[in-house]
């Protein structure tokens, strides 16, 4: 029997897996120790942990919109095996069609930030031209991210591939974003800055209650410990306070979080304990509510 997806608003949700991929275990927990993150996920012979590349497709109210695209398919064999890019079982567009959707259906994608593993996907290669993947989608950003991207720092400049995203602007397709509001109406988002510079959730709300696409604030439920931040976030301090202030705001709020990254988990909520916060009612999207 086929599953029935749920819903919020208008809105019927699906998790779109856009492939597989691998990050240096150290560089995903930064200061904590392998002794520590190694009790929760395994690395392979060269210290890479699995990371998934999971995507949010809603549907409704005349609209498709997609949160975050993965990686694509237009790096090199170095790139593919640097970061063991696998599409063995999932890939953006076949996942679409299992959902019932194809590229030209996607009506608006929501980048969180342009990050390889967020925007790669954004793009196509055919025929040596890059041109955007959904050619009839509006594409939502930060302005601030923009700028980051097109102007980075040298820490900064390896995870911002510009064929993945300039040609966006290049269609007349990108729509710069100004800091916290309404995209449409129950679906708003929410700006963080320890990550990268103007890095964007997506809050989708609704009678049933409130979904809030992490992203990179919160890549595995791991990390709602305090300390446990990326070494590849620009302001790890600031990370600490931003996923503080919005763990209590989702623990006291009952928000149901989507997570982008982890492998074992696409659906938590979040409860306060005395050991800080923790995941709680891990499941898959279809049981969300």
């Known amino acids: 029997m086929p599953r029935v997806m749920p819903r919020i608003g208008p809105f019927t949700l699906y998790a779109i897996e856009a492939g597989r991929f691998r990050l240096d ?6 200061v904590v120790p ?3 993150w190694s009790r929760h996920v395994a690395a392979d ?4 942990i699995q990371i998934h590349a999971r995507c949010l497709l809603l549907a409704g109210a005349g609209r498709v919109i997609l949160i975050d695209t993965g990686v694509g398919h237009k790096e090199n064999a170095w790139f593919n095996d640097t970061f063991a890019v696998d599409y063995a079982d999932h ?3 076949r996942s679409l069609k299992r959902a019932g959707f194809a590229p030209h259906d996607v009506t608006d994608v929501v980048l969180t930030h342009l990050h390889f593993d967020h925007a790669g996907g954004s793009t196509r290669r055919i025929q040596g031209r890059t041109t955007p993947t959904f050619p009839n989608a509006t594409y939502h950003l930060q302005a601030g991210q923009w700028e980051t991207a097109m102007n980075p720092s040298v820490r900064e400049a390896a995870s911002f591939i510009q064929h993945n995203f300039v040609p966006l602007q290049e269609a007349g397709q990108l729509v710069l974003v100004q800091g916290a509001r309404e995209l449409m109406p129950g679906i708003s988002v929410l700006v ?7 890095q964007q ?13 992490v992203a990179d604030l919160l890549p595995f439920t791991h990390h709602m410990r305090a300390p446990w931040v990326m070494a590849y976030d620009t302001q790890p301090l600031l990370t600490i306070a931003e996923k503080e202030r919005f ?3 989702a623990s006291g709020q009952g928000y149901h979080l989507f997570f982008e990254h982890d492998p074992d988990t696409v659906i938590a909520n979040v409860v306060q304990t005395t050991r800080g916060y923790q995941a709680a009612d891990i499941r898959p999207l279809h049981e969300l509510f």
């Open 45 to 48: 012979s060269r210290n890479r």
């Open 201 to 213: 959730l997506v809050k989708v709300s609704g009678p049933e209650g409130v979904l809030v696409f």
């Open 247 to 249: 763990l209590r705001e």
């Open 192 to 198: 963080m800055h320890g990550h990268t510079c103007a």
């Open 91 to 93: 890939d953006l567009e």
């Open 25 to 30: 275990g150290g560089s995903m927990f930064g």
């Open 34 to 36: 392998k002794a520590l």
